[in-house]
């Protein structure tokens, strides 16, 4: 009871915000699920790390819906027809969209925006559509009040994308999070443009390896959550994580670590997903009874589970005895040599096991960069990321994304802070972004460093919502009191400050 309370007394909390709370906590408290003593060992020690999914899983943590399917016959059980005209469509995803759960309660994946609607607003007068689109956004913000809720646009040009991207900028949102599906031979270098300019000004659309995501999922993907690659159709039953460091802590050098203690934490983690995947499968009700299921919206086999790692760079960087992080991974050579060994030993691992119920997938797990959480401090820093602080010049941070991002399909991503000038010079920026993708990036994120709306580690907050919480009151926005620890423990918006003179010249 005493956590109840905590919760109802905290004064910065929302009706809705303290209803979720309550709610976590309950799913927290039953202990039908149970794990090895070896499990909650390891747990406890910090090296394995469920996100707070709870221990009583009633639906899958990331689920992306098929709205075309919405747009083609409706939806019996919510009574709606398919759409005629723009403003019928918004309706139609408005209450479909209070009715998609995921680990947060909230929709992840809002659909292929600017494909769904453009049949709809080319039929209007550009100025009644930028209305309702505008009306549409404001919706959404809030209603759907957390950063995690993300749709996508791309890769082609549209009106659509275009008048969402204006809208971006005029309404500076924090929520819905947005991705460009950017492939070179399909979108434009003028919608590329427009986009990056968006970006600076509101930390999104983010860019995303258009090519990579199709031929590793299909053309029908999504980008969800943070930058979750997932099936539309489908999403993620699970994503659990392994932290690295805390992982090598046991080891006695490089080799006991590759050959005792990373296969070890690998398959506790392993157990941990497998049990939580039949349990959601077989005991919940999820896939037998809910609507999003039964009509097809969604399909169990079509889900997967995401295996999370966090800090690469402090694990690489302890087990070398590396105590200077500029001196570390991601600009000392033996140190990123270390990552990829790493990571190839746990992708191998990974592929081997045969996972329940993942049937499009081969009954394999997929690998996750987690982004972190706001405890994590700066013991782990997210996915594979360089440490902050530590940044070496964008260039030659690429470089060290470029060899990891590959790894995961179900995401990961990078983020970087410019100047003001590069707002005046963005066709500096397209060249560093198409360069990158064709080079094996997957992800590429930035805002300038003096927006109100910057990005976390993989979310949006706004900085001045941070500000209301400093001072005990509420924000609307689920995720703001993620932002503030995240920026409090671990400096996240802390990150280099890329100049344009000093990118300049390493091209």
């Not at 607003?121 to 009040?145: G, M, P, S, W």
């Not at 199709?214 to 994580?241: D, H, Q």
């Not at 392993?270 to 299921?293: A, G, P």
């Amino acid at each position: 009871m005493s956590e109840a309370l905590k919760i109802i007394q905290d004064p910065t909390l929302t009706y809705h915000q303290e209803l979720l709370a309550l709610a976590r906590l309950g799913e927290s408290t039953d202990d039908s699920l149970r794990y090895s003593d070896e499990y909650y060992e390891a747990k406890r020690r910090g090296a394995l790390c469920d996100l707070n999914e709870g221990v009583m899983p009633y639906r899958p943590r990331y689920i992306c819906p098929d709205y075309d399917l919405l747009f083609e016959k409706g939806c019996d059980f919510l009574q709606l027809d398919p759409p005629e005209d723009l403003a019928e469509a918004l309706n139609v995803l408005e209450i479909f969209y209070c009715h998609v759960p995921s680990i947060t309660s909230f929709p992840v994946y809002l659909g292929d925006l600017d494909r769904l609607l453009e049949p709809f607003v080319v039929k209007e007068d550009r100025a009644y559509a930028k209305k309702l689109l505008r009306l549409f956004l404001r919706n959404i913000d809030r209603v759907q009040t957390d950063s995690f809720v993300h749709a996508d646009i791309g890769p082609e040009d549209s009106v659509t994308g275009r008048i969402l991207l204006e809208l971006t900028e005029e309404m500076q949102l924090a929520v819905p999070n947005l991705t460009l599906k950017y492939d070179p031979d399909r979108t434009s270098d003028d919608f590329a443009l427009a986009c990056i300019r968006c970006m600076l000004k509101t930390a999104k659309p983010s860019f995303a390896n258009h090519r990579m995501f199709v031929g590793e999922w299909g053309e029908k993907y999504a980008i969800a959550s943070c930058y979750n690659g997932l099936s539309i159709g489908g999403g993620g039953f699970t994503l659990p994580r392994l932290r690295l460091y805390e992982c090598s802590l046991g080891a006695r050098d490089i080799e006991d670590f590759l050959s005792r203690e990373l296969p070890r934490h690998i398959d506790l983690q392993l157990e941990y997903m497998d049990k939580r995947v039949r349990f959601i499968v077989e005991q919940s009700t999820f896939f037998r009874t809910n609507f999003l299921v039964t009509e097809g919206f969604v399909h169990q086999e079509k889900f997967t589970g995401m295996f999370g790692v966090v800090g690469l760079a402090e694990c690489c960087n302890h087990l070398l005895g590396i105590t200077d992080v500029h001196q570390g991974f991601g600009m000392n050579p033996e140190a990123t040599a270390l990552g990829k060994r790493i990571m190839d030993a746990i992708e191998e691992r990974v592929a081997n096991h045969t996972a329940p119920y993942c049937d499009a997938y081969g009954h394999r797990y997929r690998l996750h960069a987690q982004v972190g959480i706001d405890s994590d401090g700066m013991d782990d820093s997210p996915g594979t990321r360089i440490p902050i602080g530590a940044e070496p010049p964008m260039l030659q941070q690429l470089e060290v994304n470029e060899m990891f991002h590959p790894y995961f399909p179900t995401g990961t991503g990078d983020i970087f802070k410019f100047e003001e000038t590069y707002l005046k010079t963005p066709e500096a920026i397209l060249p560093i972004i198409k360069g990158s993708l064709a080079r094996g990036l997957r992800y590429f994120s930035g805002y300038l460093e003096n927006n109100d709306v910057v990005r976390v580690t993989g979310y949006l907050v706004k900085k001045s919502e941070i500000e209301k919480l400093r001072q005990k009151k509420q924000s609307l926005n689920n995720v703001t009191v993620f932002g503030m620890g995240a920026q409090d423990g671990g400096h996240a918006l802390d990150r280099r400050v890329q100049h344009h003179e000093e990118n300049s010249a390493c091209q």
